[in-house]
């Protein structure tokens, strides 16, 4: 069952909801694993540990290093292919969001609603939020982008912190406290506003269109809650997410035009690229549609209640990590397991995320792993 926390925003009792999977105690026990006989080869190539990551966590890829940030503010850039730090700073303060970053500037929020911004390792500014973030910041253009969990929007200049406009659209009662969707198409910012994809002016904050891609259902608020899961998926103009509890679908983000959505429960975010768009529902039921069409391809019950993260497509393959910490390679043809790889023995969170031929995964207790399938 979920928990809930009630924070009050400019006056208005917002409620967010977190974790609503996982806590219930008639939860189904895990499907046991069976042996899997590789079929692939792949190894892990160099691990950095640090402190956990107890919040909603966003890993980057920048010119073949990878951005990484930790529960207790530290943020931390890594050769993607031998694992070297390249630079280590720090906010001094514990972390509510994953790190964003266009490789010259770093922001960050921290649990006291604090936006920080680097640049390189000099933190340069801060800004006070008026609510909680649980999404990463987006920085591009000189600008740096920040969607609170009331799902207002809110740029600032990234040189000296000047607040450029903020956009405040009508919310539900209730949000998720989750990694929403917050990227930019071309001159278009894209932000995730309950279950729709909003097209927004980036020097005026101002609307260009919106398209709803879940459609809320149920008797109750809970029931209800529809908001938008990221990491999206994009190819070129095309911008697939998962509307919590509702759907999976994608959009054409020049128009704001629905190519198509699919009625399927879960609570993380897809994966895929150009071709197809991988899922697992609240179950942890997987799924794979045609990009394209949003034609189911093949499904897969192997990992059943085994607490499965976002997916990340790797060529031949695509990867899920799990509740105890291994990392599952299945075939993107079929399902069919290819090769199980481990780490600290902790959740998987966020998405895994690929550099050339390396992909980094990250675990609650803070554990960063290189893995090299082949």
């Known amino acids: 069952m979920a928990w809930f926390r009630r924070a009050t925003l400019g006056g208005v009792a917002l409620l967010l909801a977190a974790a609503l999977a996982g806590c219930s105690s008639d939860k189904p026990k895990p499907t046991p694993l069976a042996n899997v006989t590789p079929k692939i080869a792949g190894r892990q190539v160099w691990s950095v540990k640090l ?4 919040f909603p966590l966003s890993m980057l890829v920048r010119d073949g290093k990878f951005v990484v940030a930790s529960t207790d503010g530290t943020i931390l850039v890594l050769d993607a292919d ?12 514990p972390l509510s969001a994953g790190i964003g970053s266009d490789g ?4 960050v929020v921290t649990q006291d609603n604090t936006l920080v911004t680097f640049e390189g390792t000099k933190e340069i500014w801060r800004a006070q939020l008026n609510s909680r ?11 740096v982008f920040v969607m609170g969990v009331d799902r207002a929007v809110h740029a600032f200049d990234a040189l000296n912190g000047k607040r450029l406009w903020d956009l ?8 998720l406290l989750h990694i929403g969707v917050l990227m930019a198409v ?8 309950g279950p729709r994809v909003a097209g927004i002016d980036p020097d005026r904050g101002t609307l260009r269109w919106e398209v709803p891609l879940g459609t809320p259902r149920g008797s109750n608020e809970v029931e209800r809650l529809s908001d938008l899961i990221g990491p999206a998926v994009r190819s070129g103009t095309r911008l697939c997410a998962r509307s919590f509890q509702a759907s999976v679908g994608c959009v054409e983000a020049d128009s704001g035009r629905l ?22 529902d609240a179950s942890d039921r997987i799924a794979a549609w045609k990009a394209d069409n949003g034609e189911t391809l093949w499904t897969s019950e192997r990992m059943l209640y085994r607490g499965l993260s976002a997916p990340a497509a790797i060529g031949p393959t695509v990867a899920f990590g799990d509740f105890e910490g291994h990392v599952h390679f299945l075939d993107r043809k079929d399902g069919q397991p ?4 481990s780490t600290d023995g902790s959740q998987v969170v966020g998405r895994p995320v690929l550099s050339g031929k390396t992909l980094l995964v990250a675990t609650r207790n803070g554990g960063f792993f290189a893995f090299r399938p082949e």
């Open 104 to 107: 010259r500037f770093y922001a």
């Open 259 to 280: 190519l198509w959505a699919r009625n399927t429960g879960g609570i993380n975010a897809v994966g895929g690229d150009d071709e197809i768009i991988f899922g697992a």
């Open 168 to 175: 405040q659209r009508p919310g539900e009662a209730l949000t």
């Open 51 to 54: 402190d956990s990551v107890k």
């Open 133 to 143: 973030v649980s999404t990463a910041p987006f920085v591009a253009g000189e600008r």
């Open 186 to 193: 071309g001159n278009t910012l894209i932000a995730g506003q």
């Open 338 to 341: 290819l090769l199980r790889l």
């Open 82 to 93: 031998s694992g070297r730090e390249v630079f280590r700073t720090s906010v001094g303060a």
